[in-house]
């Protein structure tokens, strides 16, 4: 009796306070990933601020680094009632790859000091973190890089330069992978060092991408300090924790096909853009059946990470299926965009200008956006090769290249 | 695999142990090589009844467990695994779900106590034509002083030759292509008038054509209500549907496995052929699709067990993924084996017989696809 009784407390008492704290200015705000506090939106700051008292922020995370110890499905409640009142958390956004990726990494490999100096921060939003992990040759084959880190004593000085950091321009720190020993095999001379990006020699330039501005740079270090002391997991073994920290990537992107915002359905878009049967099906049978098609898959997909989830509570070995669900996260919302524009016609081919209308502007630039998601945190080949290698036990290739 | 209670677990395990030893493929192979006209192995069919399999979805005071449709397909999924054939699906499931779904109380007690004893063996004759489309049954029944009368035919019957009672969609109103005016009746099957021609499948299963010539059913072999019987049809079609995407899971699972194995020892150009990228990826993304498809078949059945009020979406959704899915596999299962693969020794050609058979029964892909969108409204 108690236990149905209490996740119902739990839930009035979140109700309760997130209806007396969100801030109704910013319920037609639309949050984004480029998100910088720089001060413009006091309310957004305001949020930010009694979310972080909460813990609320990070709330899966323990107190005494700023979470709110709360299990997962406490932590869900949450979520659906800022979503209830047309909220959002911001503070994911707020710390770039903080509360996804280098906090819970700071919290496997991280010292007693590091835990205590980042994981706060990370959790209010105050600080913005990036990561510098590719290089110009260094993409999928991560192994390959050649930033330099040369051992000062108490630090290192850094050397190379970093491509696709996200967030880097407006990150106020950044966890980078650096070399530290030439000699060895290329994963076993790899560290993983984490350094303020206001240091001497460390310089962003913004990348201009096929959808317009991006939020990605290069970022280049030139003779740039970062302490011992930030040295995450031990000397030379940061393939280690780049490792776990891509599967931290994977496990955030899995649900990418569903979205933050409400996006219009393609049988809506439909009733708009083609033409209908009387019975409201599309008259274009071709059309139509690719559309269904895809709708199935999206449907797969979200009963694959509901049934994964559930496997889970039966202590089901899960971490295998990130791969498996980041592929088809891709395929489904890759498939959405050609789709809608294919709906849009003429309408969802416009760049700019005011012969198309905001959302038919949005789809186009999602459309292009889009193409990344098969590319960055492990491109869909990168992806296949994880399930054949670890999860099938398919041995590696012995073909050259 | 969905989060099985344990009493799913132990019925997966036993089935997969007797399914593996007591009933592998070779026995099949065996079976449809000794011509036999019913098509599946009586002492088989025999421990199947041994092990309650045939009370899973019967209520315990008709004599069975009621232990529901994820667990019956469990064990279906065993039995795709090994393409063991029996009447277990066309009974127990199809049949049984129609008597428990429609029939009254005398119907209940009557016939569902022998589909669990194995006494009686249930099947559902409705196609007409060479598609899945129940609203154009045409078989007419006609009223008469003391009961009904019907005429017409039926294609397609899962263990037709087998089956003691058939369970027929008749037209009693209006015409083909209505779904007003459909009734289902129970017609025995030596009664006078039904003829019954056994049909050569390429899955060597047991089908029949069946003919009714001025049959004659009593009153009381009305199943359900009068010309009201496509929604209840409907359901007992979407109990089918689901369970049969547990048997194709097992079917795909299997042909799977079979090539992982093969990618794992076959050595071509000096290495294992699952060491070269291109066979690696296909294997990654047969896998991905089995574990995609593997939700939508085990939300179908938990759908049904739940008495959800999508239940015709979420099985539409798992027959076509499931088709989609068991459709590549059966024919990567060959392409990957290569040679071996085409020849009758080797089991593949088994398995892609049957995956065609079982893609088509009850609808395939296409019907399936446009039933979803429509339930979707577009």
Redesign the interface.
Known sequence: MSESMQPDQFRTSVREWVEGNFPSSLSSYVPSMEDDNDGSLPDLELWRQRLADKGWGAPTWPTEYGGAGLSHPEAKVVGQEINRVGGFNPIPALAGMGVTMVGPTIMEYGTDDQKARHLPSIASGAVRWCLGLSEPNAGSDLASLNTKAEDKGDHFILNGQKVWTSGAHISQWCGALVRTDPDKKKRDGISFVMLPMNREGVETRPIKLISGASPFCETYFNNARADKADLLGPLNQGWSVVKRLLQHERQSQTSASSGGTKRESL?DL?KRYVE?NAD???ADADL??R???H???D???K??V??IT??A??N?EVSA?AS?LK??ATNVSQARSELSLELMGSQGIGWEGDDFNEQELNTVREWLWGKAISIYGGSF?V???I???N?????????KG | MAALSEEQSMIRDQAKSWASEQAPVQKFREMRDSGIEQRFTATTWAEMIEMGWTGILVPEEYGGSELGYLTFGVVLEELGRQLTASPLFASALVGASAIILAGNEEQKQSLLPKVVDGSELLTLALDEGNHHQPALTALRAEKNPSGFTLNGSKTFVLEGMAATTLIVAARTSGKAGDSEGISLFLVAADAAGVARSSMQTVDSRGYAKVEFNNVEVASDGLLGSLDQGFDVLESILDRARAGLGAEMMGTAAQAFDMTLDYLKTREQFGSVIGSFQALGHRAAVLFSSMELSRSCMEAALQAIDNGDDDIAEATSLSKAKMGAFLHEMSNQLIQIHGGIGMTDEFDAGLYLKRARVLESAYGNQAYHRNRYATLLGF
């Open positions: 049988q439909a209908t409201g099906s599309i139509r059946s559309i269904i098609l709708l199935m898959d449907q797969a997909h009963l694959t509901g049934r559930a496997e509570r039966g089901v299926a498996i592929n088809s080949e992806q296949n090769n399930i054949s290698k999860i099938l036990g398919l041995p590696e290739t012995t073909q």
